[in-house]
Nanobody, 115 residues
Framework: QVHVVESGGGLVQPGGSLRLSCAASGSIFGLYDMGWYRQAPGKQRELVAG???????NYADAVKGRFTISRDNAKNTVYLQMNSLKPDDTAVYYC?????????WGQGTQVTVSS
């Protein structure tokens, strides 16, 4: 069984920064794909950024140049550094892990960008 836990959300003013963390634990090992998704009220969940086991990254157009995804394989942890935050970034952010063809989700962490 794999457990996924996010942390680091909160309230921030426009233009500010936040760093999200996601730790995987349990029966997980080796290299696997990890990603961050978000879901705003009334909208579908969307991919924000992803990183493969080999370290390749991809980003949604809306966050390119502002967000950076990274991982620490020794800690089974993925990070999302979010800079220049905008009100449109307000959402619940979810971590996703694909391990042995199965998808695991965290409980989500709220990010609110407001003055």
């Amino acid at each position: 069984q794999v457990h996924v836990v996010e942390s680091g959300g909160g309230l921030v003013q426009p233009g500010g920064s936040l760093r999200l963390s996601c730790a995987a634990s349990g029966s997980i090992f080796g290299l696997y794909d990890m990603g961050w998704y978000r879901q705003a009220p009334g909208k579908q969940r969307e991919l924000v950024a992803g990183i493969t086991g080999g370290g390749r990254t991809n980003y949604a157009d809306a966050v390119k140049g502002r967000f950076t995804i990274s991982r620490d394989n020794a800690k089974n942890t993925v990070y999302l550094q979010m800079n220049s935050l905008k009100p449109d970034d307000t959402a619940v952010y979810y971590c996703n892990i694909i391990f042995r063809a199965l998808s695991y989700w965290g409980q989500g962490t709220q990010v609110t960008v407001s003055s």
